[in-house]
């Protein structure tokens, strides 16, 4: 839950309550400019994917819609005289435009806000009948789903450092990851999508990467919910904070049985690892680029040496190894190689190319199954994790598959409180207590994986929460710096 004042707090549970909403965008990718007053209406949601047919499920991408009055055009990307058109009037229009959402209450006299989304302008709508334009956002991991990168093989690495170089490799300044359970043998990217390949480490660990209401990537580990503040409520709902509860369930999460596929990688002999198929030519003073896409990601790549590794020749088939610079740029599953012809008037053929390297194969792929004591339905049911590569070692695949088997042996309600009186200073993952006296006895508790807003003078949110009960086998649990490790105590599976 965001930091807030104990003013913020009592202006949130009072009776009589001022919600009041701030708007900035940032038009020239530097400054922040106000645009509050233009401002008609908001909603949007953020989301942590509730479990399903995706055991782990991947990251997801906030949305927000924010409509603005526009009777002035000032918004309107084709309108030249526009005070905005310098920054709004390129082809991409408003696209990519940052943007940040606030939203908060009049407290003594005065307006005081949290941030409840930071994204960009995906799409644009204007309406000329009643002068608005309504404005499309997505989150900042929108921003960074098609940025695709190939890296060179990184070897035993945590997942959160993975994630944290996959992150600087995108230029996401703004992170908090948590140390991961588990290390990685081997990690690597080719031409590949960098949000995604975070995603996919994420799960690998059981945990989950998001981007929260700040902008800032989050990495969370299968045991993040174990620690403070997590283990204990951070905010209470009366009966009469929302309008009507519902819960939802899908009996399919339930597993008898649950799979969880893993393959490890191994350095293989030295081998050659790519040889060229086609003849390059490089002119007098010319340097050209080409690209080695090997078969199979390398451990190590060698340096190519000449007459070992190259062959140049004149048309006329007079050596020139001497006469070229040859350098490359190595990643794990290609190389870029420069060939710079440094003769004054001959042109350089290059008739045989080969790079040597330690392939990497992959082992056979091997299962780790784990089945419940007592089926908790009379139909068998399977569940599996598969396909995940960085699903790499039997210690990872077995703790992820005692992990699943405990949590999904009984359903997991996630609970719906609609209407709620919007508490703008809540976070995905933030322990909540609720009361419904006609559906369940007692109190319950569970964790906000969804919020959804609308604000147009009145805030209200419907939150979405996973009941905490049985989420974790145990209570009992071994957490460095805050407990002591008993006798009885659990360290994890």
């Not at 001022?18 to 949601?45: A, Y």
């Not at 660990?205 to 580990?221: P, T």
């Not at 086609?278 to 040496?305: M, N, S």
Request: aromatic letters at 10%; charged letters at 20%; hydrophobic letters at 40%.
């Amino acid at each position: 839950m965001q930091t807030v004042s104990a003013g913020f707090t009592a202006a949130t549970q009072a009776t009589m309550r001022h919600p009041v909403s701030k708007l900035e965008i940032s038009w020239d990718g530097t400054t922040w400019t106000d645009e509050s007053e233009r401002m008609v209406r908001h909603s949007g949601q953020l989301q942590l994917n509730a479990p399903g047919d995706d055991l782990i499920p991947p990251g997801s991408v906030g949305a927000t819609i924010i409509e603005l009055w526009n009777g002035d055009g000032r918004y309107s990307w084709k309108r030249t005289d526009g005070p905005l058109y310098a920054y709004i009037g390129s082809d991409a229009g408003l696209a990519g435009k940052r943007v940040r959402l606030w939203q908060g209450f009049m407290v003594s006299g005065a307006p005081e806000y949290v941030c409840i989304f930071t994204g960009v302008i995906y799409t644009w709508q204007d309406d000329t009948v009643v002068d608005t334009i309504t404005l499309s956002l997505r989150d900042m991991g929108f921003a960074y789903l098609q940025d695709k990168a190939s890296t060179a093989m990184f070897t035993n690495i945590r997942v959160d450092e993975w994630i944290q170089h996959l992150a600087t490799l995108a230029g996401i300044s703004s992170v908090n990851l948590e140390t991961s359970l588990f290390r990685l043998p081997y990690a690597w990217l080719d031409d590949e999508s960098i949000l995604e390949e975070i995603w996919r480490a994420a799960q690998a660990d059981g945990g989950r990467a998001y981007f929260d209401q700040l902008g800032i990537l989050r990495f969370e580990n299968a045991a993040h919910w174990l620690t403070s503040p997590h283990d204990t409520v951070q905010w209470s709902f009366t009966e009469s904070a929302y309008q009507s509860p519902a819960s939802r369930f899908n009996p399919d999460d339930l597993a008898s049985r649950v799979i969880v596929e893993m393959q490890g990688r191994v350095p293989a002999k030295e081998a050659v690892v790519y040889t060229l198929d086609t003849l390059r030519v490089a002119k007098p003073g010319e340097t050209i680029t080409f690209e080695c896409r090997l078969t199979q990601p390398a451990a190590i790549i060698w340096t190519p040496q000449a007459e070992k590794d190259y062959q140049v020749v004149s048309p006329g088939g007079m050596d020139m190894n001497g006469d070229v610079t040859v350098s490359v740029t190595k990643y794990a599953q290609r190389v870029q190689v420069q060939l710079t012809n440094n003769h004054a008037t001959m042109p350089a053929q290059l008739i045989f190319f080969q790079l040597r390297g330690i392939p990497l194969v992959g082992g056979p792929t091997q299962e780790v199954i784990k089945e419940t004591a007592s089926p908790p339905a009379d139909l068998e049911r399977t569940r599996s994790v598969r396909a995940n590569q960085y699903l790499q070692t039997h210690a990872q695949a077995d703790a992820l598959a005692s992990l699943l088997r405990d949590r999904h042996q009984r359903l997991m309600p996630v609970w719906e409180l609609r209407g709620v009186r919007g508490v703008p200073q809540l976070e995905l993952g933030d322990r909540v207590s609720f009361v419904d006296s006609q559906a369940i006895t007692g109190t319950r508790e569970g964790y906000v994986i969804g919020i959804r807003w609308t604000y147009d003078g009145y805030f209200s949110q419907d939150l979405m929460i996973l009941d905490a009960e049985n989420l974790f086998p145990y209570t009992d649990y071994f957490v460095i710096g805050q407990t002591a490790l008993g006798a009885n105590g659990r360290a994890w599976y």
